[in-house]
């Protein structure tokens, strides 16, 4: 291995990914984890959120352009929404593309990370901080969503994946979203980040798909291929009225010109339905699943 500063991600026992750095911006740790922001010869800056890729310079437009578009499309014109998580600032970004979005809260229990990500990653938020729309809470987002009054057109849960000890084990379970449903208005949309949807690590995603499928009536998985991830990444779209699958290519250009999102680099009117495609073995792995609860959550054990 050549000489100079290498980060070592675990992906099983048998199988690393290793990755140079040419330069390192930040490393320590918060009170709830370890963070590294640093730069990577292919994938530019990137961070890492205890050892594990979170989110890349070279892609990371295509991780929250998939998880917050459909759902705005699919909605057609929210003007509230919710953000679970999403401490970089890229979801918020997304969310604010919509010009009917009037107003946006962001709980993210990591408040230091929010202020490491707008220090170092100023590029992922491009301004949406500060934004007047948007309210940024340093905060757990169950906690939140438990005590609040208001009702929200989306809910867009960018959650880190549940470890054991972690804080979002029981943001993804199937009491966790009833509270959501119950706190979406009459036409609301849910989007959840799923985790891995490769052939070999997919029973979250699989699970999540499940759990949500006790609570809302329309429930759509969907994927897109992360390079820095190295691997296809699971999404869930759920809603109370409107199916995604429904909306043709016509429709979808309409709604984006509706809303005024433009400069969009990954999701399109064209690519809308085709993303919503899942090969068999994501099929089979979502009827084998379980629902997850309370008393039963998922706790990655890798």
């Not at 934004?131 to 906690?143: E, L, M, N």
């Not at 005590?147 to 054991?164: G, H």
């Not at 798909?209 to 699971?234: D, H, Q």
């Amino acid at each position: 291995m050549k000489e100079g500063i290498w980060f070592i991600e675990k992906f099983t026992d048998d199988m690393l990914y290793c990755y140079k750095a040419e330069e390192i911006y930040f490393s320590g740790k918060t009170q709830f984890q370890k963070v590294d922001i640093v730069k990577l010869g292919i994938f530019g800056k990137t961070l890492f959120l205890d050892n594990k890729i979170q989110s890349a310079q070279i892609d990371e437009f295509i991780f929250h352009e998939s998880l917050v578009i459909p759902a705005l499309i699919t909605h057609g014109s929210p003007a509230k929404v919710f953000i679970a998580g999403g401490g970089e600032g890229a979801t918020l970004r997304e969310v604010l593309k919509a010009n009917s979005v009037q107003r946006a809260v962001m709980v993210d229990i990591d408040g230091e990370l929010v202020e490491l990500c707008k220090k170092y990653l100023p590029e992922w938020a491009a301004g949406a901080f500060d934004d007047p729309r948007a309210k940024v809470v340093a905060g757990d987002a169950k906690d939140y969503i438990w005590k609040t009054e208001e009702k929200f057109d989306v809910f867009i849960s960018d959650l880190t994946e549940p470890l054991e000890g972690g804080p979002s084990v029981y943001l993804f379970t199937k009491e966790f979203y009833k509270r959501v449903y119950e706190i979406l208005s009459e036409n609301g949309v849910l989007a959840v980040q799923s985790g891995s949807a490769d052939p070999f690590y997919n029973v979250f995603f699989a699970s999540i798909v499940k759990t949500l499928s006790e609570v809302f009536p329309y429930v759509r998985p969907y994927w897109a291929f992360i390079l820095s991830f190295n691997m296809p990444w699971g999404f869930t779209l759920a809603s109370k009225k409107q199916d995604p699958l429904l909306l043709v290519e016509a429709e979808v250009e309409e709604r984006l010109r509706k809303l005024g999102i433009g400069s969009l680099k990954y999701y399109s009117a064209k690519l809308h339905q085709g993303m919503f495609a899942l090969p068999p073995y994501l099929l089979e792995a979502i009827e084998k699943a379980r629902v997850m609860t309370d008393e039963r959550p998922f706790i990655w054990s890798v």
